[in-house]
């Protein structure tokens, strides 16, 4: 693909395809679904309407973050193997449109999110938006190898957020799920670096293998895999949720700390050895996809 | 003056971003209708 540099002005108009690809389609599916799921799970019901608008705006305000990450990073992108063919570093859009973009589609998300839902949701949705974009991609990413782990805070809001347009407040449960994915992140984004490290090496940013090493990753990876299954299995244990969630999350917890193991005995520094890592890093997906479908098949059976 | 196919890309994406953004609007207005529709139900 041939790209142009970035100072150089896009003087086509965007392609609609492309103003799509800015919302990273892919990593809305997960935040679309927690938030679908923190509203499922919440006590109390909500007119489908209002429901599925919530969800709209939850997925509007991920696209919406994830263009304003696209504005700002298009530089670090062109240098990354992985993103080099997103719409910005490979110069089939400006960097005005995705700006412009990015704000509008926020501010939309969150004015549409008041008028549905209530204040308390749209100030979550903001405030999610916000610090993906300022804290994480403005501040933390190019500055520390903890990067990650602050950061992961923005993709947890979604539950709560879904919680909130339901019944209006936070609880200790809406609280959980957040924690969840909070702990979440830090394993699922460093085994991923593991294997694209050469990409974030070339870029300069200070991901945790690039900065400590792939060994310290890997201890790192185990750590945090604890801490995140105490998050998981507490829903249960408190007796927020039934036998169902607690099955699940106790089944699950225990296949992702055997893979993070395999990670921490692996050695190998070349990405086609990083086999565990690869399998940790698909199965983390399908960890979140299966704790907040079972957290909502249990609540509903219950109840 | 522009090369010819250029201007032909150009006019293609703006039919394009058009239809759709009638289309988006459209949605918005029948989105908005169901939401007062469903608000003045629950305060009723």
């Known amino acids: 693909m041939t790209s142009v540099p970035l100072h150089q002005e896009q003087t086509l108009p965007a392609d609609w395809r492309d103003l799509y690809a800015l919302t990273k389609p892919g990593v809305m599916k997960l935040v679309v679904f927690t938030g679908l799921c923190g509203l499922l799970a919440a006590p109390g019901p909500i007119h489908p309407v209002l429901g599925f608008t919530a969800v709209l705006c939850i997925a509007l305000g991920a696209g919406a973050a994830g263009a304003l990450n696209q504005w700002y990073e298009a530089d670090l992108d062109a240098k990354m193997k992985r993103t080099a063919s997103r719409p910005l570093p490979a110069g089939r859009m400006s960097r005005q449109t995705a700006l412009h973009f990015g704000v509008g589609l926020g501010v939309f998300s969150v004015i549409l999110m008041d008028l549905a839902a209530n204040h308390l949701a749209a100030v979550i949705l903001a405030t999610s938006i916000l610090f993906y974009v300022l804290v994480y991609t403005v501040w933390l990413k190019r500055r520390t190898a903890q990067n990650i782990v602050i950061g992961g805070a923005a993709g947890a809001f979604p539950p709560l957020i879904g919680w909130a347009a339901v019944t209006g407040d936070v609880s200790t449960l809406p609280l959980l799920l957040f924690a969840i994915i909070f702990l979440w992140t830090p394993p699922h984004f460093w085994a991923l670096s593991l294997f694209v490290r050469s990409d974030y090496a070339n870029a300069g940013v200070p991901m945790l293998p690039v900065v400590a ?31 169902i969630y607690g099955a699940v999350a106790v089944g699950l917890s225990a296949t992702f700390l055997i893979l993070a193991f395999f990670v ?40 | 003056m522009m090369p010819r196919d250029e201007d032909e890309i150009i006019r293609k994406r703006q039919r394009e971003r058009s239809r759709l953004m009638a289309i988006l609007l459209g949605l918005f207005v029948v989105l ?10 629950i305060n009723q």
């Open chain 1, 213 to 243: 090493g792939n060994d310290s990753t890997r201890r790192h990876i185990l750590l945090y895999t604890l801490p995140m299954i105490v998050a998981a299995v507490a829903p249960w244990a408190l007796g927020l949720t039934g036998w």
């Open chain 1, 264 to 303: 921490a005995a692996n050695r190998a520094s070349d990405p086609k050895q990083m086999g565990p890592e690869k399998k940790l890093f698909a199965f983390s997906i399908l960890y979140l996809f299966g704790l907040f479908a079972a957290l909502v098949i249990d609540r509903w059976v219950i109840a």
């Open chain 2, 32 to 41: 908005m209708f169901a939401i007062t529709i469903a608000k003045m139900s």
